[in-house]
């Protein structure tokens, strides 16, 4: 992570906050990864759909920052730990 960019757990609790900045941030910094896994594990034809339902979990779950250790500091590394 570059020199001043905030950690995803800091900008998970400023979306969760109302920070639409620190969402669209996430957005970009994760929409292409998870689209990638979602293409790697389902049918083609799923990806859009759970890319989506992903997202939605993401701005409900306002309980999902507690799911991490604090040592992590990117929501990547739960990728495959069924919090979504």
């Not at 990864?33 to 034809?45: D, H, M, T």
């Not at 409900?60 to 500091?73: A, I, T, V, Y």
Request: with cysteine; hydrophobic share 30%.
């Amino acid at each position: 992570m570059a020199e001043g960019e905030q950690d995803d757990l800091e900008l998970l609790k400023a979306w969760h906050t109302g920070s639409t900045m620190a969402g669209n941030t996430l957005y970009r910094r994760h929409e292409a990864p998870l689209r990638r896994f979602f293409v790697s594990k389902a049918p083609p034809q799923d990806t859009d759909e759970l890319v989506q339902q992903t997202w939605m979990a993401m701005t409900r779950n306002q309980n999902l920052r507690r799911r991490f250790s604090c040592d992590e500091n990117s929501i990547r590394t739960d990728a495959n730990r069924s919090y979504w």
